[in-house]
């Protein structure tokens, strides 16, 4: 008896944290230029969770577009999701620090908005970046 009572352990390597607290920070430099043939998205990567450790798990970026009506500029129009943009340095020593992505996929005379979301490997998703509009 005395045996088990000095061999049991938890095992606990630190105190369990809220979801919101293992989020990536909010990108928040999202921008967009015209190229010749399509928008051009650039953006910082994160490098810290929302409570400032190191951010580990970085899977991809979501990209989420939708297109403004002319005639009603403020109505409601959701989000869809356009395309990931796969981490492919998690394990390397030196990360790519600026990402891009060109949407080639316009209608000419369009508007459009973009956001971006940061996703981890466990498919959670950080709230989405700053919002960019442009007019093809």
């Keep these: 008896m005395l045996l088990s009572v000095f ?46 450790r190191e951010l580990k798990d970085l899977a991809s970026f979501v990209i989420f577009r939708k297109e403004v009506s ?27 620090k600026q990402y891009r992505f060109d949407d080639q996929e316009l209608r000419l005379k369009a508007t459009y908005r973009y956001r971006v979301a940061s996703q981890l490997l466990d498919g959670s998703l950080s709230a989405p970046s700053n919002e960019v509009e442009i007019t093809r």
């Design 7 to 52: 061999t049991s352990a938890c095992g606990k390597k630190s105190d369990p944290l809220a979801p919101e607290l293992v989020a990536p920070k909010t990108i928040t430099n999202l921008a967009a230029r015209l190229g010749p043939n399509s928008v051009i998205l650039t953006w910082s990567r994160p490098t810290e969770y929302v409570d400032g």
């Design 70 to 96: 002319p005639s009603c500029p403020d109505c409601p129009v959701p989000y869809r999701q356009l395309t990931t943009v796969y981490v492919e340095d998690r394990d390397k020593f030196v990360r790519q």
